[in-house]
T-cell receptor, first 113, second 115 residues
């Protein structure tokens, strides 16, 4: 099955700085990579996703890059704000089996005002 | 569309009791995933179901845990003879049949506490 590693586990930044979270995956058949944001006590919600036929995708202050050769993908948040503070999960969905999203362990992002 | 509905939101059980967690997927979704989230940990896959079928249960403990998704009604995750280590948040997610490799929508979760 798929294995997703995510780093760092905790990331602390000042408001206005950029934040980068990195993930690697093991199964080259994976072709869908979503990122979820989970605020304290709430459900995980999709913030951006990327498919394997695209190298980069951007949505306002959030961008995701994908390197299929190296099997890693990253989330970039620019001009961070306190409301960006949350746990962020990356995931990979592989076509070799049942399309089950496999999640990383999460990154706790803290944005200090 | 009310989204993915899970109930109860909070569940307290004594050791040895049974816990039943319910999940109603989004309207039009026929695929349901159950995940367990322990404090400070990620989302661990447990089981993937379609209507009346278990597609993949590789993440579910062999004993005490079972899941179903009947033709009518919600998906049920059942934990028999609960132990303290079962205390966690259990999330259900659903996705549409037409495009399997797409966003999974999560419910609010059920927080199980075993005392």
């Amino acid at each position: 099955g798929e294995n997703v590693e995510q780093h760092p586990s905790t990331l602390s930044v000042q408001e206005g700085d950029s934040a980068v979270i990195k993930c690697t995956y093991s199964d080259s058949a994976s072709n869908y990579f979503p990122w979820y944001k989970q605020e304290l006590g709430k459900r995980p919600q999709l913030i951006i996703d990327i498919r394997s036929n695209v190298g980069e995708k951007k949505d306002q202050r959030i961008a995701v890059t994908l390197n299929k050769t190296a099997k890693h993908f990253s989330l970039h948040i620019t001009e961070t704000q306190p409301e960006d503070s949350a746990v962020y999960f990356c995931a990979a969905s592989w076509t070799g089996g049942s399309y089950i999203p496999t999640f990383g362990r999460g990154t706790s992002l803290i944005v200090h005002p | 569309n009310a989204g993915v509905m899970q109930n109860p939101r909070h569940l307290v059980r004594r050791r040895g009791q049974e816990a039943r967690l319910r999940c109603s997927p989004m309207k039009g979704h026929s695929h349901v995933y159950w995940y367990r989230q322990l404090p400070e940990e990620g989302l661990k896959f447990m089981v993937y179901l379609q209507k009346e079928n278990i597609i993949d249960e590789s993440g579910m403990p062999k004993e005490r845990f079972s899941a179903e998704f009947p033709k009518e009604g919600p998906s049920i995750l059942r934990i028999q003879q609960v132990v303290r280590g079962d205390s966690a948040a259990y999330f259900c997610a659903s996705s549409p049949q037409e495009d399997l490799n797409t966003e999974a929508f999560f419910g609010q979760g059920t927080r199980l506490t075993v005392v």
